[in-house]
């Protein structure tokens, strides 16, 4: 089944009058960019660009993404201008990811090295999950052993995915993971979605039971894990911690229903993704009832009018 | 003799008496080369079997010439030595000839050593030892004047043959100097070229396709080298195996005329004292390179 | 590319310029061509030429082979395996194929230098051996094979003779495989095919296609076709160079038997 | 080739096996992504595509993205490698941005291997146009067909051949007049002037010195097109991708997919007008392996997909030569 499109026109009247917003940003943001000097309007963002002179620094802080000049607080990047009281701090529209201690990131093993595994997390540089921040095999608190050393590859290898939570920088900047809690460690039963880091607010929980037989799991850096559902109890078992399954690479049985269900939400991010819809658990939920509702096939959310709907309708119900 | 055995100690015990024994020398053999060699000199006998000393034949390994069996190549020759295998392909092409040697054609001499024939080489550009070697066979081809260049002239300033000859190196087992050198020589021998006619009027030559116009070279004198390496300042060892090359002090090449025996070039590589008599030791390799002529010039 | 330039100080080199001699056509040329509708000259259009197969010819190699069909001349070493260098972690071993032309093996000189068709022949070299070596046993080691072209006689003849040799040499370096992969080309000539064809015989020919297989195994690993064949011909093909490709099976495994 | 965790993996591999089958973005197995297709997006070349396989509509980035552009250069026959009747070269390049992982080294090989197989299918003698000699024995035209991946989601080879068959379609010989300088004497020349080369009547046997031609040189005249298109331009293959996960085989692979699919087989074919369908190349790729059987069945099959996508793609380009016939004729409205 195949059929061919066109791409997308593109406006000829690029030189009459500029076309300054970037495709990305969602239409109603650019409202404010009439508002001159506006800066910090209740609700509303604005958008900047680096070299733009943002304020005053006898007035305000200056925050991340920009630099003082000549008295003057002066973006460094092209994003969102956002305030706290008197910081103000600019978020970069398409940026790696940020890390801050506590963080939930999902992250890929790239490098098995002596006492401590390398994972990309989508940040500036490969994190580090040493081999004393992982749950071992046999009782939470054992000692690291030698044959331990031997064999991490046992426990993560290149290419395997898991979840952690930030838990320090080093000097160089490169942050450090732990996956010391049952609820962190390899993952299992699903796929994977990426998006941008942006798009992930901070949530109570990052990990979201959908009603649907889905687990999501919304790392902060961007990654997002779509699986099926485990129960609490499978998971948390208080002594009897399962040595086997929490280092298996062997899936569940997962039945069809669940795999549609995962299909399904996994497109309905990326449909909100390129939207730049930012996610959230109400929103999730809200977007997979109205997929379920219109009857349609799972793929049929990869057509962009029935994106738009989709997108038009969660919005507008928050 | 290397042997390139990978072996599995766990396993060692299943083999029989005389399978362990080769086994730990084979193991001895490469952590000790230099003493592996010292002892069976000690024997008066070489790693490979061969007797020490330079005069008998038998002090030299088994050679092979074979000849025109590549079909694509204008000549060419298979040669082995030893374990050492060099096949080798003249191709004949056409070009202006320069300016200040408006009446000669172009022999041009290159030595590749893939990947292929020794674990010690890398796939890619010529290594330095390829470069050497191919320096040394080019010079010993221009020394012995092997065929004169006037001879690929097909018309002054305009036109001239080129003789690419391309040796390879099938299997590297120490001496390829020698082979090389010998393949070359046997492919020159074995080139014939079509008959050549530049047109002035287009500037174009032409030659004839028919077979029976096809000329041999005009080869004047055919070099063979015969090598010879210093151990210890006093073994000479003829025709060095690449077991034995890495741990020679000198290596001495003798160029002779093939047919007359005359003595063309001798090269030294390293110092010779002979243990204060470098000179003797010279001497001795002439006089054995003289008595190898007569069995390798009945390769040409 | 009349010309070959491309100075190299690693290398004696010749003048700036230098073309491959032409020719005149001769009288006679015209009538003794073969044309198209005349049936094979050679031997039959299902026969391929004999095969001389000698594996264990590079002593300074792991394992190695040498392969002669008439004018065809290939000789192969294996060697590993051997620790990768400088390679990321993997869990399977690497297969590394290498293909060198000599400048002599074909019509026109080739330059000493890697050109795309080496690539493509390693590449498809490769391929057909890849499924039937048990990598998964060699984590962190590369195999290197190198095959160098001593005579070509048609791409189709050095895939299909180089894929013979390098399995031979797997075999003689005693690394383990599934079975013995062997190839056999087919050119497709009006309406016939004619197997294992010549350069001269593939030129004028409407596709090609080259089969390699486990005999031991019934199994495919590789197919390699170019040129314009109708689909039901593509079938044929394939029939006709797998049931050849027992027949040089048996040659293979003889020659490996007798050189133990 | 992404890498993927051995859960993955055995995820995607378990749902196309299962029944009914379920890929992770809940295609079917002989589903494919969206394809959007542009021709002349090339100015400056004769003829030019640009194929996106995948790409999500309000993104920029996202999907399998390939150019090609081919560009004619006139070529002396004998002195720099011109060929009586002209010749095809087919290079494909691959942006560092489609491969981040990738070493230069391993870039420079895939980039081979891509040119390699394009450059075999597509040059081969029997898919060679008519209409790419200039002056017999002295002139011709050098086709360059230069294909850039610029992002690979997956599927890049079918994209590959869609772009290249697109612009080849699209491409414009430009006409040439041949120019005499000597008396016109001898029959069998065509008086000078008279219009355009027509090579197609009969082929020149390069052996068949009769016919004397006079033309020495040519020009290109002032014409309001860009040229006459390709000859026979229908013929240029489409290529299907079958990735093989025995005993199932589906269509258009994400980059995610094809990590866990061990064998692909690629397979171009080109469909004349009457009768049926010619296999121009056929590849196998991946450390798989499969019964000679099964491969027959699959040759058979993938014919039926490679149909499919030759008429869809035929109507699209039909559609893209409208579409710039009317936008010709505006901008040349416009200019009055």
Redesign the interface.
Known sequence: MISFTSFPIQPDDIHNGWRAHHPDIAEDTLMDLDDEQELFEAGGSKLTYPGESLTSSQSYMRGHGTYVDNEEVIASVAGTVERVNKLVTVRAIRTRYNPEVGDLVVGRITEVQPRRWKVDANSRQDAVLMLSSVNLPGGVQRRKLESDELQMRTFFEEGDLLVAEVQAFFSDGAMSLHTRSLKYGKLRNGQLVSIPPILVRRLKSHFIALPCGVDLILGLNGYIWVSKHVKESDQEGEEGFDTEAVYSNQNDEIDESTRLAISRVTNIIRVLASRFVPLSDTLLLEAYEWTVDQEGGVKDLLQEDVGDALVATVTARL | ??T?T?TNPASSSSLSKPEQDALKASIFQRLHPRVYLERFLAENVRPDGRSLGCNADSAWRDVSVNVG?????DG?ALVRLG?T?V?C??????????LDHAGDG?L???L?L??????RFK?G??SED??VL??RL?EALVVSNILPLTSLCIHPGKAAW?L?V?A?C????GNVFDAALLAMVAALKNTTL?K?TFDEETG???????RKFRTPLGITRTPIAMSFGVFDSKHILPDPT?FEEPLLDTTVSILVDSSSGALISVSQLGLLDGDGDGDALLRTCIASAGRRRDVVAKYI | MAT?TGF?R??????E??????????EDFESRRWKLGEPRRTRKSADIRPIFLQPG??????GSAYVETE?T?I???V?GPRQSKNAAYNEKGKLNV?V?F??????R?RA?MRDAEDRSIAVAIHQALVPSVRLELLPKSTI?I???I???DGIEGCVASGTVAASTALADAGIEMLGLVISCAASVVGTEIWLDPTEEESRSSQGTLVLSCMPALETVTSVWQSGQIKIEKVLECMSACQERCIDVHSVVAQALVENL | MQSLSKAEKSYIQVGLLSSPPSRSDGRSLLDYRSVALETGVAPLANGSARVNIGRNANQAGGGTEVVAASKLEVESIDDDGGVEGGRIVCTVSCSPSAYPHLSSGALDDIQQDMTTILHQTLAHPSLHPNNLSILPRKKSWLLNLDVLVLADAGNVYDALFIAARAALWDTKVPRTRSVEYKARKTTGTKPGGTGDMDVDEETPSGFDTRQIQNATDFELPDYWDEGEVLDGREKWPVCVTLNLVPPVHYLDATGQEEAATPLRLLLMFTFPPNGPADVQAMRMLGPGELKITQLKDLIVTGEKYAHDLYHSLNVKLKEEDVRRNQKARDRFEQHR
């Open positions: 003799m290397t390139t990978t069996s590549i079909s694509t190549a060419s374990g295998t096949v392909g003249v191709k004949a092409e056409i070009a202006e000839p320069e172009f041009v001499p290159n590749d893939p990947a292929m024939c020794s674990p796939p550009p010529p390829a470069q191919s320096d080019n080129v690419y391309d390879t099938i299997n590297y087992d079509p050549a174009r030559t032409t030659c004839s396709s028919s690449s | 070959q190299d690693r290398r004696i080199n010749g003048p310029e230098s073309h491959p001699p032409t020719f005149q056509v001769e010819l590079i002593d300074q190699a792991n004018r001349k000789a192969c070493a060697y290498e060198k000599t400048p002599f093996s074909c019509e000189r000493p290197d190198f095959v160098t001593i005579e070509a």
